[in-house]
């Protein structure tokens, strides 16, 4: 068995390869089992947590989109007020911004998983002072979502 440390957006996980058979791997991650498949093994595959946003073109003007996003160290948030992903899925809403005042169980994202959506709540009362991820990216079980203080 190898074990692997990986850090995205700030957060650990560790990675541990359990058995090898063909292109199907079983693997634990921060001791979750997952059977994973590898699809190619022939060609290099890097992964970018968020890609560059493209240019405008100059013929279509576009309005400026405006998103709330944390430094990079914001992953490392802890606390009360850091809700954290319950499981592994893909952030399909953000119901709030930066410096919003939420109650305590208000419905402030929403993460889609096994093609279930889940609510999640605010976990305190307060005000929203960063939001760490945005629309569309996948996120593990663990990672902080935002932050409420």
Known sequence: MK???YRINGQEYVVAVN???NSVAEVAVNGTNYSVELVNNEEEVTFVSRPAAKAPV???PVAPKVTASAPASSGTVSGAGALKSPLPGIVVA???NVGDVVKK???VATLEAMKMENALAAPIDGTVQS???NVGDSVLEGVVILAIA
Request: charged fraction near 10%; proline fraction near 0%.
């Open 3 to 5: 074990q692997f440390i």
């Open 19 to 21: 058995k090898m058979d």
């Open 94 to 96: 953000i119901n709030v």
């Open 131 to 133: 939001i760490n991820v």
């Open 105 to 107: 169980g208000q419905q």
């Open 58 to 60: 100059a013929s279509a």
